[in-house]
């Protein structure tokens, strides 16, 4: 089993950048794949990105590539979501997720596949 704590969501302005961080304990992350998602009010929780542990292979949402990263740290067992070029549709409460091992693209992408889920933290986007 793991934990999740996300954190660093915040007022920002439109255009600016932002990274959330995800902290996971007691295990190690490298052993479970990582999503982030996100749910604004009243719509469904939407998938972002995702990053499997075991070999640190990436997945994206496709209307978010390029507008998004993921990473992870080994180390430190983080990971993190470096959000750019914000806009004000993009205010949501975002969360990160994480199952155990690495299924690939279409089983990284559904938030149903995911066991373990942080609180979640709060972005708002001014224009």
């Known amino acids: 089993q793991v934990r999740l704590v996300e954190t660093g969501g915040r007022l920002v302005e439109a255009g600016e950048s932002l990274r959330l961080s995800c902290a996971a304990s007691?295990?190690?992350?490298?052993?479970?794949?990582v999503g982030w998602f996100r749910r604004a009010p009243w719509n469904e929780r939407e998938f972002l990105a995702a990053?499997?542990?075991?070999?640190?292979?990436?997945y994206y949402a496709d209307s978010k590539e390029g507008q998004v990263t993921i990473s992870m740290d080994h180390a430190d067992n983080m990971v993190y979501l470096q959000m750019n070029s914000l806009k004000p549709e993009d205010s949501a409460t975002y969360y990160c997720?994480?199952?155990?091992?690495?299924?690939?693209?279409?089983?990284?992408?559904?938030?149903?596949?995911?066991?373990?889920w942080g609180p979640g933290t709060r972005v708002t986007v001014s224009s």
């Open positions: 997720a994480a199952y155990l091992g690495s299924n690939g693209s279409a089983w990284s992408r559904r938030k149903e596949k995911y066991d373990y």
């Open positions: 007691p295990r190690a992350v490298s052993g479970y794949t």
């Open positions: 990053i499997a542990g075991p070999d640190s292979t990436t």
